[in-house]
């Protein structure tokens, strides 16, 4: 198994542009979430999934759009990048009906100037 | 949503001695309570965690215990070593979220 991985590992965006964050895990989890994680911060929920079909605003979902489509693929959406989205972005799995251990992806380095 | 706060924010410690974080939360409807560890430039992996009728749980260094009447929980580690130094979050669990904790950064001198 992979397990839960994030393409890419690192980006740079202009001010306005829009990207793509993609996730997949192979573990048949129901339950997905993005994080963003800023220096001295913890882990903010931005949008979560709990199946396919299905999401939910976290803490933080301004600017960001998700989908999800199948229970593999959970993509972030950047509407608009802005320099306060730099940040590193987390993906994270779980089998849902638990709550259980999270399994989060390596990470995506994002640098907005 | 959930207030938590996770202290304290840096912990540094001679090697073999004892570490203690602490962290607090506000919904008392919570009923999961992890903790992960974060290496620097890593994923936070889950290291222990806990459900909520269950006060105490431990797996070799590291324990956890529970006092929901109180609303907080903490992560014990015993015979601390070099490897143990990272970033440690609490990550409770309520409405189908988790809240994480600011971390804890701890040190472990050799």
């Known amino acids: 198994n992979a397990g839960v991985t994030q393409t890419p590992k690192f980006q740079v965006l202009k001010t306005g542009q829009s990207m793509t964050l993609q996730c997949a895990q192979d573990?048949?989890?129901?339950?997905m979430s993005w994080y963003r994680q800023d220096p001295g911060m913890g882990l903010r929920l931005i949008h979560y999934?709990?199946?396919?079909?299905?999401?939910d605003q976290g803490e933080v979902p301004n600017g960001y759009n998700v989908s999800r489509s199948t229970t593999e693929d959970f993509p972030l959406r950047l509407l608009s990048a802005a320099p306060s989205q730099t940040s590193v972005y987390f993906c994270?799995?779980?089998?849902?009906?638990?709550?259980?251990?999270?399994?989060f992806g390596p990470g995506t380095r994002l640098t907005v100037t | 949503g959930e207030n938590v706060e996770q202290h304290p924010s840096t912990l540094s410690v001679q090697e073999g001695d004892s570490a203690v974080i602490k962290c607090t939360y506000s919904?008392?409807?919570?009923?999961?309570f992890p903790w992960y560890k974060q290496e620097l430039g890593k994923r936070p992996q889950l290291i222990i965690d806990?459900?909520?009728?269950?006060g105490e749980k431990k797996d070799q260094r590291i324990a956890v215990t529970l006092n929901k009447t109180a609303k907080h929980f903490s992560l014990h580690i015993t015979e601390t070593q070099p490897e143990d130094s990272a970033v440690y979050f609490c990550?409770?669990?309520?409405?189908?979220?988790?809240?994480f904790g600011t971390g804890t950064s701890l040190t472990v001198i050799p």
């Open positions: 994270a799995s779980t089998p849902f009906g638990g709550p259980y251990e999270q399994y």
């Open positions: 573990m048949n989890h129901e339950y």
């Open positions: 999934s709990v199946g396919a079909g299905i999401t």
């Open positions: 919904d008392s409807a919570s009923n999961y």
């Open positions: 806990i459900r909520s009728n269950v």
């Open positions: 990550a409770p669990y309520t409405g189908n979220q988790f809240y």
